[in-house]
């Protein structure tokens, strides 16, 4: 994730949570991190005992995400997939014994609903995702299920939930319409996308922004979006 501090606190993209569970619009800038203990002590008083939701904990970046929130203190919660491939990150790296990781396939609509109700989580970071583009040439339909209908699952599990508050749903620059110039895309580029993976990111991309628009947005709910590969 693009990452940078406010007031002491570690944030993605353009979103911060601070310690009343407001929503504060921050302006990200290009200066480095700092991890001294002082900032990571920061940190922790806001992540300490946040019931966190980590959909795709197996995956790689869903497995350092939960290694880093163990770290500052969160209660983690995880929905995925078992991970698929010998080795990996999460076996390695022993995600599943500070993750209270449930294996649910996010296209089950029902699943997802009961384990979300379950857990009630106040922060969900999703990452869940078939995200490799070649294989969604091969398996176009498993790929619209899990990235289009799986997000929708999701946010439809998580829009009366009164434990939380904030959603981030994980994106790609894959979603932008490519003129194929070698122009780096900026956030108000037009979606698009033409294989079945960068599509169905697109796709989730809107029903995410009209989540937020007609049932999030009026509880104050926040909804960053950041962009790996920007």
Partial sequence: FPVTIYEGYYVTDAYVVNSTDEIVRYKLTNNSVDTDMEVVQNSRRFWQGKRVLVTGDSGFKGSWLSLWLNELGAEIHGLSLPPDQRPNL?????????????????????????????????IIFHLAAQPIVRMGYSQAKETWDTNLNGTIHLLEAARNLLSLKVIVVVTTDKVYRNPEKGVS?????????????????AAADLATASYHEFFFKKGGLGWPRPEPGM
């Fill in 90 to 122: 999460y076996s390695l790296a022993k995600v599943g014994k500070i993750s209270k990781t449930q294996f649910v396939d996010i296209r089950q609509a029902n699943r997802v609903r009961e384990m979300v109700g379950k857990i009630k989580p106040q």
């Fill in 185 to 201: 895309f900026v956030e108000s580029d037009p979606l698009g996308g033409k294989d079945p993976y960068s599509a169905s990111k």
